[in-house]
């Protein structure tokens, strides 16, 4: 149990939390590209996008040039997928 508890604090601390949530997801609930990159390192890995369902969902299929991360242009892709999905 105590092992379990454990993970769970550390999976919280592992995700992001933005104090200005509203204003950083767009109308598909989408977080902007420079949130989401928290290691600022101009890429959005799979770990990142695990912290908005909507880019995990769609990763796969976005991540174009299949080196497992998302850049800019990649990631438009991921806002024309959530886009053609409302």
């Given amino acids: 149990m105590k092992a379990i508890n454990g993970l769970v604090l550390v999976c919280a601390a592992a995700m992001p939390v933005y104090a200005d949530s509203a204003a950083s997801?767009?109308?598909?609930?989408?977080?902007?590209?420079?949130?989401?990159?928290?290691?600022?390192?101009?890429?959005?890995?799979?770990?990142?996008?695990?912290?908005?369902?909507?880019?995990?969902?769609?990763?796969?299929?976005?991540?174009?040039?299949?080196d497992g991360l998302l850049d800019r242009g990649e990631y438009r892709h991921v806002r024309q997928a959530r886009e053609a999905m409302y």
């Fill in 25 to 66: 997801v767009d109308a598909y609930g989408l977080v902007s590209f420079v949130h989401i990159d928290s290691d600022h390192n101009g890429y959005v890995s799979r770990v990142e996008a695990r912290s908005v369902a909507g880019v995990e969902q769609t990763f796969e299929s976005a991540d174009v040039n299949r």
